[in-house]
């Protein structure tokens, strides 16, 4: 009886220590066994009331989750220490979303709509526990991501692993707007698609620095024509919609004006390229990237521009690597001289127009079959100051 009685009083003690609202100031640490997801609600119904910042500080522990903790005013979540090993702060799911963020009007509870829910999130790392073998997959299973953003978001040290995609960004107005998001010192592993996936019209200025994203596409083929879907409904008959290496990558890009990528790190990707960049609009600056073992190579669109790094890439962007440049287009006083061939212009070796020429440029061509070089008016045929005319030719 006496045991019996001090267990209760031991459960009344413990009761309030457990409960979320006891953190929900951000003074004080929550320990282990908390229940996040509802903590970081009442975190932010605290914040809504008081107008006060809002700040979730945890303890270097592991801690599960059963539902995504979703962010709809603006957080930030704070941890000690961040790894694959547990012994930092660690969020623990089982194949479902650790994070989301909403913008202004969607959060799915009503009661916290207000300002859209920015996240910024430093040393944490988010962990799907349920990691199924290379290429299997449940039938009928929801994507599942570490984090889904809606949202701008600023992270910092923080690792990813074992998530359909590590951090998914698909980002258009009126539903959501992610322009300027940052994301610094980012590992993800052991993605099923992408390791960190963006696309939209507002999924743009974005600068990641030092990301690694190794071991995904494990189980692409599932995932690849729902997750692409808003890409592919687009642009149908693009190597990313129909080739199997540029379908998934560690790092894949869709977004519509560009974004900066320093320093990225890929390799393990399971038959699939470490990086593609890809739509007509995409500006983005690939500097310094690496990529080896395992992975094909990457692909970018025209306006995207890969400068150095330890990396190859197809498609038609540019690339710099020391000396060496994949195209060169030299623009300045009406003139334009472009070296290289674009689809529209096979065998060009150089290429100029200015006012006079107009519409009509002026090219240096090679004919593969015979070896002549010779001058092409408008890909009309070859003319020396209106007279058929090649190298080597008698006049």
């Known amino acids: 009886m006496k045991t019996t009685a001090k267990l209760i009083t031991f459960i009344l003690i413990l009761a309030p220590l457990l409960s979320p609202l006891a953190y929900a100031t951000g003074t004080e640490s929550p320990p282990a066994a908390i229940d996040l997801s509802e903590l970081a609600t009442l975190t932010q119904a605290s914040c809504k009331a008081s107008g006060g910042p809002c700040e979730l500080k945890l303890e270097a522990a592991a801690y599960s989750i059963t539902k995504p903790i979703d962010v709809c005013l603006p957080l930030r979540i704070v941890g000690k220490g961040v790894g694959f090993t547990n012994s930092g702060t660690t969020i623990l799911t089982r194949r479902t979303t650790a994070i989301r963020t909403w913008h202004r009007g969607y959060c799915p509870n009503t009661a916290l709509n207000g300002n859209s829910g920015s996240l910024v999130l430093e040393n944490v790392t988010l962990i799907n526990s349920n990691i199924l073998g290379m290429g299997l997959t449940i039938p009928d299973e929801p994507p599942f991501f570490g984090i889904e953003q809606?949202?701008?978001?600023?992270?910092?040290?923080?690792?990813?692993?074992?998530?359909?995609?590590?951090?998914?960004?698909?980002?258009?107005?009126?539903?959501s707007n992610c322009n300027g998001s940052t994301y610094t010192n980012v590992d993800i592993e052991t993605s099923e698609h992408a390791g960190f996936y963006a696309n939209g019209s507002d999924a743009n200025a974005m600068v990641i620095n030092r990301m690694r994203a190794d071991g995904s596409c494990r189980a692409a083929t599932k995932w690849n024509a729902s997750l692409n879907a808003s890409f592919c409904a687009k642009y149908p008959n693009h190597l990313a919609c129909t080739n199997e290496w540029y379908k998934c990558a560690g790092i894949f890009d869709a977004s519509f004006l560009g974004n900066t990528y320093t320093g990225t790190a890929n390799a393990f990707e399971n038959n699939h390229a470490g990086m593609v960049v890809v739509g007509g609009n995409n500006c983005t600056t690939v500097i310094g990237s690496y990529l080896e073992l395992d992975s094909q190579p990457g692909y970018i669109d025209a306006r995207v521009n890969v400068i150095g790094g330890h990396s190859t890439f197809a498609g038609p962007g540019g690339q710099w690597h020391g000396a060496k440049t994949t195209g060169l287009?030299?623009?300045?006083?009406?003139?334009?001289?472009?070296?290289?061939?674009?689809?529209?212009?096979?065998?060009?070796?150089?290429?100029?127009?200015?006012?006079?020429?107009?519409?009509?440029?002026?090219?240096?061509?090679?004919?593969?079959?015979?070896?002549?070089?010779?001058?092409?008016?408008?890909?009309?045929?070859?003319?020396?100051?209106?007279?058929?005319?090649?190298?080597?030719?008698?006049?």
Request: some cysteine; overall charge positive.
């Open 150 to 175: 809606k949202t701008r978001v600023a992270l910092t040290n923080v690792a990813i692993r074992g998530f359909v995609q590590g951090i998914r960004v698909q980002c258009g107005v009126p539903a």
């Open 329 to 395: 287009t030299v623009e300045g006083n009406g003139a334009t001289l472009r070296i290289g061939s674009e689809s529209n212009t096979p065998n060009t070796l150089f290429q100029f127009s200015n006012t006079a020429t107009g519409p009509w440029p002026w090219r240096l061509k090679l004919n593969p079959t015979n070896g002549d070089i010779y001058m092409d008016t408008g890909n009309i045929g070859p003319v020396r100051w209106g007279v058929p005319y090649k190298v080597g030719a008698t006049q």
